[in-house]
């Protein structure tokens, strides 16, 4: 599992110019699920994104979490996140999982991190999306379980 992480502002998904997720300050997530992950994968992925300490505490420093500052999370699968870059020039993504279990693992992150108590949203897997953020920071994190 891989996924890019950025602390936001503001988050939403359009498909076919309509929202169909948004969020305040929070946390974006691109997520793409790779061949072998399985639910305990998914579990884990929730767990790391609602207590990833990269929020300011008063000192400044990036020690507070999503969860702790009861934030909201944007989850947005995107298999092009598996892709691979090391040969040639377009992307490979051999690694990517499949769309049917994908799909049911991206629903179970979502359900996870919801019932860790965080208000999540998503985006609608297999869709054209166009996603508008502003970053926070920026704060951009790989994550890569």
Known sequence: MRAVIQRV??????VEGEPVG?????LLALVAFERGDDEAVARRTAEKLARLRVF???SGKMNLSALELGKEILLVPNFTVAGSTRKG???SF???MEPGEARELFELLAKSVA???LKTEKGVFGAHMHVELT???PVT???EI
């Open 9 to 14: 502002s503001r988050a939403r998904v359009i």
């Open 22 to 26: 948004q969020i305040g300050e929070g």
């Open 56 to 58: 300011e505490d008063s």
């Open 89 to 91: 020039h377009r992307p």
């Open 94 to 96: 051999d690694n990517a």
């Open 115 to 117: 019932e860790l108590g």
């Open 135 to 137: 970053n926070d920071g």
């Open 141 to 143: 994190v790989l994550l």
